[in-house]
């Protein structure tokens, strides 16, 4: 049970650890993403569009379906969709230097009410009295394990039996705190979110860092929502299933002291929390309720906690939230 | 190579809105030189700076770098140009290294750290800089932090280096061993623009001097050819007496008393260390120490706005004849009482002003719960706003300008005003004239001279240890928290009083090895 509780806690995870990943590189250039719910969704729904336009078009036959397309198609729409938001929110907050606060909050309403009409119309298209739309044959391809998974008992279970969106997920994270942590072009992003007058006058280009940091941010926050579309909930969208996990990603951003590398700790973490409530048992329906709360319950404590650190290296990025204009005087 | 032309400019023109910040302005600075930038504040040298390292373009002019015509667009255009430029703020991140700050920003080559670790070692021996690579900038001290800034532009390989009043924040010793790494700079082929008030390390340092007056170009002259009257005559335009009158302390009153004062902060350093003094009436009495020493907080403490762990401040109340102890007010009481801080931060509108608000706000912000109706009385600031911009001479477009929008030193007027003007019975002010230029120096520092004679115990924290020694009845000298030693100002010497602030760094840091 252990061992299909971990599994299970990987799962959950995979989104939070995307989501968080993708803001931790927003941040790092000095732009607070509240926007990241909305880009999540974003993500869900374009990979949703991508995978059912496919299916349609194979004749929802299984056999037609090529494993490469299924998967690449959802896939860049999903990222496509998610960068387009991205870009969206850049430009106001860049080049238009709107209030990020205010920009993201709007972004996440807008994202999620994009994902809610595009799911809708879909539902509608194929004419169903479900209230959900259901690609589980592209959710199939998206879930195909390794081989020999099965074979090695419960480490194969724990470490090499999800999908590969989780190992991609792993690996992005990693990758980025490479990147931030040993590389030039790191140094230069770490020093834009820090400050970006020194940045600007140490000739580092301030306004493409942030946008790029903020697209690519975006799209792997996007790439969040597919997963949790096609590996956790089996391919099927309905409204609003999703929830507040974009919130928590964001969070998490802070509980990882903004290392992608400690993200991965995190959102474990987080993603045991949720579903912990189903593996204790003799919990009555009221207990079981007060167990779901506790994802947010720590995030709180979180939040109490590392706002209460002193080490200036835990900080967040000082110019995090602060547009920057060069003749500001 | 003595008299070839490292830099020229021709012209140039610069407005911000209405504002005509440089106007005509023609520059020369040969190679193997040190020039001198002299001007008063918002006389637009800063800005004219910036548009030699690219981050305000020029509306109208020209400028030639080793006799070709340029464009400097932005900083990277400046660094191709070999220009690099140490500005009067420290552009530095504060939670990288020493050598992270460095390779900022630089592409050739791989990213390397260790490498470049080499490198600047080297250029640090080939200079004589003392400074360790790895240490993060935010444990620096401020001469630590401009001397990282030097090495970056060296690093890059600048032939032209731009420091933008670099002695505001030194200790007398740390400008002097400035100056020899300027001058070994120099015999290097370097040429120096330095921007600075203070006209005797004008007179000591640069070999020409050019003078900016209201974004003009007045004129440029040989250091060796003239002298401080004529250079305060091109720069304000008028003769002005640059001596301070000091009367004798007017009473033996003691108007407060601080008895061992002792303050920890968060991260749990001893900021404060049993610090006792008294300050009396119609005296001025200055600080002097290394920025960082505690300054800051011991005026806090006294304003009740720095929490104590231990020790005793009484107040002799001249209206009830009453000692008060500060400790048990809150910083609105103590206020009321007329004890008036009036800080002048590194960043300036730090604590004090806010920068949105236009002056007369700025005003009511002192006096906003005076008023005897439900709405704000405004006549009364706005007349006090008009008087400070009057009496100061302060630049601006209006009093509802708002304040962020003026320059440095005027903002500091603004504050300064303010204080004076609430007629205080201590008045604490802490570097009233940081960056301000001589002519408004000196009306502060007549203003203080004022109060003094009114009664008012002045309170004065200072760097210039030259003006300490002028102006103050007598000089305490702090040192990591703690008194090293209060001196008779019309007696000491400035080397008595830069040995004093030193030698308790020294002790410092046996301290804490």
């Not at chain 1, 230097?97 to 994902?115: D, K, M």
């Not at chain 1, 096609?230 to 391919?235: F, R």
């Not at chain 1, 329906?285 to 650190?309: A, D, G, H, N, W």
């Not at chain 2, 200072?462 to 990591?480: A, F, H, K, T, Y």
């Amino acid at each position: 049970m252990i061992v299909q509780f971990i599994c299970r806690a990987i799962l959950l995870s995979i989104p939070l650890l995307y989501g968080s990943t993708g803001e931790i590189i927003t941040e790092k250039s000095g732009h607070l993403n509240l926007g990241i719910p909305g880009i999540m969704y974003v993500g869900a729904i374009s990979g949703v569009t991508g995978a059912f336009l496919y299916e349609q078009a194979c004749g929802n036959d299984i056999a037609k379906m090529n494993m490469i397309l299924a998967i690449l198609i959802p896939f860049l729409f999903a990222v496509t969709g998610s960068v387009l938001v991205g870009l969206l929110y850049s430009f106001l907050t860049v080049t238009l230097r709107a209030n990020q606060n205010v920009t993201g909050l709007a972004i996440t309403t807008l994202g999620v009410g994009l994902g809610n009409f595009l799911g809708g119309s879909l539902i509608k298209l194929i004419d169903t009295d479900m209230s959900s739309i259901s690609l589980g044959k592209t959710s199939k391809f998206f879930k195909m394990q390794l081989p020999f998974a099965d074979d090695l008992g419960w480490f194969g279970d724990i470490f090499l039996s999800h999908d590969f969106l989780t190992y991609l997920a792993i690996i992005i994270a990693v990758a980025a705190s490479i990147i931030l942590s040993r590389t030039r072009v790191g140094l230069n992003l770490r020093s834009v979110g820090e400050n970006p007058a020194t940045a600007d006058a140490a000739g580092i280009n301030v306004i493409k860092y942030r946008y790029l940091a903020t697209c690519i941010g975006a799209g792997v926050a996007g790439l969040g929502g597919l997963q949790y579309i096609m590996a956790y909930a089996d391919g099927s969208w309905s409204n609003d299933a999703f929830g507040d996990r974009g919130w928590m990603a964001i969070a998490l951003v802070i509980f990882a002291l903004w290392k992608p590398s400690m993200a991965i700790i995190g959102s474990f973490l987080f993603g045991a929390l949720c579903n912990a409530n189903n593996y204790i048992t003799g919990l009555g329906t009221e207990t079981q309720e007060l167990f779901k709360m506790l994802p947010y319950v720590v995030t709180i404590i979180v939040l109490i906690i590392t706002s209460m650190r002193k080490k200036r290296e835990h900080q967040p990025p000082e110019n995090l939230g602060l547009n920057y204009f060069r003749e500001e005087r | 190579m003595a008299s070839q032309p490292a830099i020229e400019l021709k012209n140039i023109t610069k407005r911000f809105g209405k504002v005509v910040a440089n106007k005509n302005v023609n520059l020369t600075v040969n190679r193997g030189e040190i020039l001198s930038i002299l001007g008063e504040n918002g006389s637009g040298k800063t800005t004219l700076m910036n548009m030699i390292s690219g981050i305000y373009f020029p509306d109208e002019g020209s400028i030639y770098v080793n006799g070709e015509e340029v464009v400097i667009a932005s900083p990277k255009d400046a660094f191709t140009y070999n220009i690099g430029m140490i500005h009067q703020h420290f552009k530095l991140v504060d939670v990288f290294s020493a050598a992270e700050n460095i390779v900022l920003g630089i592409k050739d080559g791989k990213y390397n750290l260790k490498k470049s670790t080499e490198r600047i070692k080297q250029i640090s021996e080939q200079y004589g800089f003392e400074i360790d690579p790895e240490k993060k900038i935010y444990t620096m001290s401020v001469s630590e932090k401009q001397t990282v800034e030097i090495i970056k532009v060296l690093y890059r390989g600048a032939d032209i280096l731009i420091l933008d009043e670099p002695t505001a924040v030194l200790t007398p010793q740390e400008t002097s061993k400035l100056f020899n790494i300027l001058r070994r700079m120099r015999d290097d082929g370097k040429s120096i623009i330095i921007i600075t008030h203070k006209l005797h390390e004008v007179l000591s340092l640069s070999d020409k001097v050019a003078v900016l007056r209201k974004g003009e170009y007045v004129g440029t002259v040989n250091t060796a050819e003239t002298n401080e009257a004529e250079l305060t005559e091109m720069m304000v335009g008028k003769k002005v007496d640059l001596n301070i009158f000091r009367s004798e302390p007017c009473s033996d009153e003691v108007r407060l008393s601080v008895k061992g004062i002792t303050c920890v902060d968060r991260q749990g350093t001893v900021v404060l260390d049993d610090i006792s003094f008294d300050v009396k009436a119609g005296e001025i009495l200055g600080i002097a120490g290394i920025a960082g020493s505690g300054q800051r907080e011991l005026l806090e403490a006294v304003a009740g706005l720095q929490k104590l762990n231990s020790g005793e401040i009484t107040y002799n109340n001249p209206n009830t004849g009453n000692a008060d102890n500060l400790r048990d007010k809150t910083p609105m009481q103590i206020r009321n009482l007329g004890v008036r801080l009036s800080f002048v931060p590194e960043d300036r509108l730090g604590m004090g002003l806010v920068g949105n608000m236009d002056i007369v706000d700025n005003m009511m912000l002192r006096s906003y719960s005076k008023g005897k109706t439900v709405f704000l009385e405004r006549t009364g600031p706005r007349y006090l706003a008009l008087k400070i911009i009057n009496d100061l001479e302060v630049v601006t477009p209006g009093a509802s300008t708002p304040v962020r929008r003026l320059s440095g030193g005027n903002v500091q007027k603004v504050l300064v005003g303010r204080e004076i003007a609430s007629s205080p019975t201590v008045l604490m002010v802490a570097y009233p004239v940081r960056g301000l230029d001589i002519n408004s120096s000196y009306l502060i520092y007549n203003l203080l001279n004022e109060q003094k004679e009114k009664g008012v115990a002045v309170i004065f924290v200072g760097e210039d240890l030259d003006v300490l020694i002028e102006l103050c009845d007598r000089i305490m000298v702090i040192g990591s928290g703690k008194i090293t030693g209060t001196v008779d100002a019309r007696t000491t010497t400035k080397e008595e009083i830069g040995l004093l602030m030193t030698k308790s760094d020294y002790k410092g840091e046996m301290n804490n090895g």
